[in-house]
Every structure is written in C-alpha cells, then in structure tokens.
C-alpha cells in the first residue's frame, strides 16, 4: 500500500514537476499591500487596529508574521501538488512551542490554528520556509545562510514524512515530541537552554498566573488592568453575568467528564485581552474561575473569522469557524487541551474557548544564534511532517518530494523570492503609515475611555 502510494505522489511531478515549486511573481493586477491590510482589518474594533499597524512596523518579520491573509492569495497563484491535507494555515516559525498535555509532559508541537483548514500541503511549508528567511535576515546573517536553514527545513521535513508515512498509523497518531527526551539528545547549549526553560514552565500554574494576574479587593478576586493589554468592562457585574450564560453554552459542546470538571468552577471576572501581532482588534477575553476551595482556572475566549485559506480553497465542512478551529487542531495537535471547545455570539460572531497559559513554551529568537535557529527549523520540519502526516497523506507527499534535493532547492528559491516581496510589501505599508492611509500608535490616546468603551462593546458582544 506504502508503495502505491508513494508512486502515485511520484507520477504527480508530471503535472506540477517540483522545479516549479520555485515558482513566485506577483501577479500584475495584485492589490497593494495597504488595501489588502485594510481589508484583513475588517470588522476589528478599529481602536485596536493602530495597535496592530503599530506591532507590524517593528520589522519585515513582525509584517509577515500579522499577513498570512496576503500570502493565501499569493499561494493561489502558485503550481500545487495536487495533494490536500488539513494544513495550519499560518505556519510560520512562532506558531511551533511547547505546552502541557492532559497527562502534564511538555511537548512541542504546533500552537496556532486560527487558520487551519484543508489545502496544499506545501502551502504551510512555503511560509514555514520564508519565515525562516525573514528571521535571518532580521538577524543580519547572510545569504548563504538563510538558503541552508530552508535546505535543513525541507530535508529534515523531506526525511520525517518518509519515516512517519511507513509508520503505524495508530503509532503515528499516539506519536508526541517530548521536550525533556528533545533535551537530552540535543548539544550541550540547546540541552542546557530546553532544561532551564522546563524547569521554570514546570513552576507555572493556574496558581502564579492567578498571583500575577488578580488582585484582592476586599475580599473580592479581580483580573487586573493592565493598559493597553488587558482592560476591564465598563460594568463588570454584567460581563460576569454575560460570561457565565456564554460558558454554559460553551461546556455543551465538551466530552462529559470535563463538562463535569467545569461544574465544579464558577465565572468571577472577565476582561478584554490583547494578544499576538495578526489576532490584535479581534475580540479575545480571559475569564477567572474559581472553585468552591478558590482554586483558579483561566479560560481565554477568543473570535474565531473566516480562515485566510477559505476564499482560495473548498468551503469548511463546520459552518461554525470554533468548530473547525477545534476540530482543525485536534487534527493536527499530538494532544490537545482538555477544554478546547466553541459557542456562538449575536449575530453568528463565533468563538472557541482554551486554557490560559497552560504550561507554554514559546520560542525567544532574539536569543538565537545561526546554529540554533537551523537546529530549530529542523525540528519544525519534523513537526510538520507529522501533523500532515495524520491526514494520511504521507506516503504521497513522500513520492512527490523524492529522495533527492530538487525540492529542498525549489523551496530554497521560493522562501528567497517571497521574502523579498514580503520585503517590498513591508516598505510600502510604511509609506501609507507615512502618508496617513494607516494609524500606528502603540496604545490609543485617552486610554482609559477608549478601553472602557470597547470593554462595554465587546462584552455585549458575547450576549
């Protein structure tokens, strides 16, 4: 079966020989980078858009990271493979970290999937390999450089899918990435690096994210303020009581034995959060719950829009954009968070709700050196593989790419070519920002009534 398959990835080169895979040219018509950001702008709270612009500016990279919108359309325009699997939808290198499974290992794995939904494979690779292109370059490395950390990438991806796709398929599905076995077969700088950060993020709890995030008001428990991050609603009793009606509904759509260890906590407060760079003016919420012992628990109740990939791929089987955030990433993920669920807003503004800050690694690439940063690709292209590879399409994939380096190549190639349009359009974002067809500001003026006029709005919003 193996072999069939991998011939018939094979046979597919004669359609979309990989070479082609190269291919990148910005088509004649294509909007500017300024329309097609104020596009993807739409129906955010337009006083949290400058904020976006603002955290957008800091460097090509920190653009490309807020612009997977732009990219889906340019992929459009590309030649594929012809081989769908359930893709991320915005794979760059941030969106890969560690965090805690049911069972409390650390492991690392992808971590976003607001986009995620079915497409060409080789999309989510593309983007995972000019990313790595940008980051180099962000860090003055060369030329040279940023080709071989997309050779390393691609054949570390090339290397993994070949292996994952003669696997057991139910092996393959119980397969994790455990960071303290990473650890240990990593070099000394990376071993030492892992073993710090495990050791710290063992130490986080619902417990030192209550300390750092509450605060005691006579006797009453309340998420603190923290401008322009974090901002309290206008009348906090009614966002309480707005949450805790929205929550039910969202433990509906949770297995039973964890609707019932919800139950056992009750919504106390609840308040706007800013997060990321591409998700800012989205609306996204933390509620505090506490158990009957006053045991915290941390819910983020984020929007969820239509995927990027959407308009350029076949229609979501879930009508429910939650839902096939939930289900996109329990997909993918090796394990997922036992409160990963979804519930509907006025007017069909949908959600899904997670754990806050549960036991998360993210990667600091300021940090970084050349050598790390290639040993991280490598392991992001291992990554990668996997979770395609549980769309049972490994074994063509395999065939596609071959044995050899022509597709690493052309993928070389392409991150090098993207990245210099990423850098083009990044320049021309700054020339609107210059010339006032964008705000930047890196917080709104007149914070305090800015915010708790959105606090009010966006609280209603979860009626």
Known sequence: MFKDKYSAGKELRLKSPRSKMSFWKAETKRPSAVDMIKKSNHDRLPELVPMRHFRMK?????????????????????????????????????????????????????NDFDETLPCPWEWDLKRLATSFVLAFRDKGFSAADSENVVINLVSSYQQSILEFAQMNFLDLWYLKFDLE?????????????????????????????????????????AIMEQLPLIIRPANPEHAVSVARTFINQYKKTLQPDRRF?????????????????????????????LNDQHEPLFIQIKEARQSVLEPYNKASR????????????????????????????????????????????????????????????????????????????????SGYIGKGDVFAK??????????????????????????????????????????????????????
């Open 410 to 463: 052309a993928i070389a190639v392409f991150g090098k070519a993207y990245a210099d349009q990423t850098e083009k359009d990044f320049a021309d974002f700054l020339k609107g920002i210059k010339a006032g067809k964008l705000r930047a500001e890196e917080k709104p003026a007149n914070s305090m009534k800015v915010f708790t006029t959105i606090g009010k709005q966006s609280m209603d919003s979860l009626k």
């Open 261 to 289: 260890l919800l139950d056992q906590y009750e919504v106390y407060d609840v308040a706007l959060k800013v997060v990321g760079v591409g998700s800012i003016g989205t609306r996204c919420f933390v509620a505090l719950l």
């Open 58 to 110: 800091q460097s090509p990279f920190a653009f490309y990271r807020a612009t997977a919108s732009l990219m889906a359309r340019d992929l459009a325009h590309t030649p594929a493979s012809g081989i769908i699997v359930q893709g991320c939808g915005d794979c760059h290198l941030m969106n890969f970290g560690g965090f805690g499974t049911p069972e409390r290992h650390i492991i690392m794995d992808l």
């Open 318 to 397: 879930y009508k429910h954009h939650g839902e096939r955030i939930v289900q996109g990433q329990r997909l993918i993920q090796s394990a997922s968070d036992i409160f990963l669920g979804w519930a509907t807003g006025p007017g069909g503004r949908d959600y899904y709700l997670r754990q806050l800050r549960d036991r998360k690694i993210s990667p600091i690439i300021e940090t970084m050196g050349k050598s790390m940063l290639s040993d991280y690709a490598r392991a992001t292209g291992r990554v990668l593989a996997k979770a395609h590879c549980k769309s049972h399409k490994g074994a063509e994939i």
């Open 181 to 221: 076995e990473m650890a240990q077969d990593a070099n000394v700088e990376i071993r030492e690096r892992l073993i710090s950060r495990l050791e710290k993020v063992k130490k986080q709890t619902h417990d030192t994210v209550f300390y750092k995030m509450t605060s005691d008001i006579l006797g009453k428990f």
